[in-house]
Nanobody
Framework: VQLQASGGGLVQTGGSLRLSCAAS????????MGWYRQAPGKQRELVAI???????HYADAVKGRFTISRDNAKNTVALQMNSLKPEDTAVYSC???????????????WGQGTQVTVSS
């Protein structure tokens, strides 16, 4: 199973970016999918998560500005980021709880990080 993230970049304060993440491989089922970020010198933190039923949870710092969505048919999760601030600068990583074909245990898989830089 692989998660491939894309969409990071450099944007000015107040701008927008959209991150996408696609899961591929021998996937039997997937549950929660989400985005995390890690800024320099800080611990990784949850940004947003969405369950297979479409229930969402956001970190307080991004509520009202970020929107997470998923396409279960395509095994993708996206993060629309609006009104970006310099403090949103971080490496963003996607993650998904996946049950592989022929494996009895759920496991969290991680995509490679994508850099988001917001200039002031």
């Amino acid at each position: 199973v692989q998660l491939q993230a894309s969409g990071g970049g450099l944007v000015q304060t107040g701008g927008s970016l959209r991150l996408s993440c696609a899961a591929s491989g021998s996937i039997f089922s997937r549950n929660a999918m989400g985005w995390y970020r890690q800024a320099p010198g800080k611990q990784r933190e949850l940004v947003a998560i969405i369950t297979s039923a479409g229930n969402t949870h956001y970190a307080d710092a991004v509520k009202g500005r970020f929107t997470i969505s998923r396409d279960n048919a395509k095994n993708t999760v996206a993060l629309q980021m609006n009104s970006l601030k310099p403090e949103d600068t971080a490496v963003y990583s996607c993650a998904a709880d996946i049950l592989r074909v022929g494996v009895a245990l759920w496991k969290k898989y991680w995509g490679q990080g994508t850099q988001v830089t917001v200039s002031s």
